[in-house]
């Protein structure tokens, strides 16, 4: 493992300074809303790529159909279409819900079911999900009957059909904002872009170099009340970033806290030390369901993976009053063991 710190992270783009003013009009960007959040893009705009009104209609194009497509909060969406559907029916679905099943089912059988797109019953009952409304504890039997439609083993794929032996309904929000910059990030590619950072609902991806060679910054942050401070900022070239965390989405009944990251095979919110952690992959898809895994994993079993697996991790983990973090050989081979900012 890497070397220890003491504070906790969060991944986030960070805005960094261009190197001079001489070249501050050669990096162009664009934004908006998306998923219930934001998207951003900057990138070089180099002589053989469109204008930035093309690339910013590219994009949104991109991203307004895989919220038709993908989001569990529209019930007009394909994927709520196939939610509703009882045990034993098809329906074809588009390549992209196709795709992100079969990723899902590949991440849940390396992870021995860390990672299940099918938990939208448990989000729901634990209050977390697109139709949760509560913020209380469920018993252990309405727990156990959630769970009897919760199982990638419920879940086919048919040609061009999406399948269920059981009343199973998929969830897509644990790797949907990664597989969007991938998709966004092809995109700019093939329209001639050679150097970007895209940013989609906090995950993201970079590519090249901007003018002057100055590499695309990625701050990972040490979150504060008053301010945000970057405790490490490493320079990416060909990689996404995602970040897990229980510091924000949770709620307390009877002085216990209970977290938005639910593990499978309890049916229950996670309870172990881990704040935080951080995947760096070539796929913002990848790195954003092994940041989940991960999380759902835990410090130990969690580190033990990442290092069987050759993850490259920043895992941030409540020790008493504080915070450490540890790295993974992965990520200290890419970025080096590193220090605070």
């Known amino acids: 493992m890497g070397r220890a710190s003491l504070q906790p992270v969060i991944a986030v783009a960070l805005a960094a300074a261009l190197t001079g003013c001489l070249f501050q009009d050669k990096v162009e960007d664009f934004g908006g809303p998306t998923m219930g959040s934001t998207y951003s893009v900057k990138y070089v705009a180099s002589d053989?790529?469109?204008?930035?009104?093309?690339?910013?209609?590219?994009?949104e194009s991109i991203l307004v159909q895989l919220d038709e497509q993908l989001s569990t909060y529209r019930a007009d969406s394909d994927i709520e279409a196939f939610n509703?559907?009882?045990?034993?029916?098809?329906?074809?679905m588009p390549e992209s819900a196709r795709e992100l099943v079969l990723a899902g089912q590949q991440l849940s059988?390396?992870?021995?079911?860390?990672?299940?797109?099918t938990i939208q019953p448990l989000l729901n009952l634990w209050g977390f999900g697109p139709q949760g409304r509560r913020e209380q504890v469920p018993s252990a039997e309405e727990i156990a009957r959630a769970r009897e439609t919760v199982g990638h083993r419920h879940l086919q794929v048919v040609g061009e059909q999406l399948c269920k032996d059981a009343a199973v309904e998929v969830d897509f929000n644990s790797i949907a904002a990664g597989y969007a910059v991938d998709l966004v990030a092809q995109r700019l590619e093939a329209l001639g872009v050679e150097s970007y950072l895209v940013e989609i609902t906090g995950e993201l991806k970079a590519r090249g170099r901007k003018p002057g060679d100055a590499p695309w910054r990625i701050a990972i942050e040490a979150p504060r009340d008053d301010e945000r401070v970057a405790q490490r900022v490493i320079e990416l070239d060909g990689y996404g970033v995602s970040t897990s965390g229980d510091y924000r989405n949770y709620f307390e009944r009877d002085g216990k806290r209970y977290?938005?990251?639910?593990?499978?095979?309890?049916?229950?919110?996670?309870?172990?030390?881990?704040?935080a952690v951080t995947v760096v992959d070539?796929?913002?898809l990848r790195a954003d369901g092994l940041s989940t895994v991960l999380m759902v994993l835990g410090p130990e079993r969690g580190l033990?993976?990442?290092?069987e697996h050759r993850i490259a991790a920043l895992f941030v983990i409540h020790e008493e009053q504080e915070f450490i973090s540890k790295s993974t050989a992965a990520f200290d081979e890419l970025f080096g063991a590193g220090a605070e900012q």
């Open 48 to 59: 053989g790529a469109p204008a930035k009104a093309q690339l910013q209609r590219e994009t």
């Open 84 to 92: 509703a559907l009882p045990a034993g029916q098809c329906m074809a």
């Open 109 to 117: 059988q390396e992870s021995d079911g860390a990672l299940d797109l």
């Open 259 to 275: 977290s938005h990251t639910l593990d499978p095979q309890t049916g229950a919110p996670i309870e172990h030390r881990l704040a």
């Open 282 to 284: 070539p796929s913002a």
């Open 304 to 307: 033990a993976y990442a290092a």
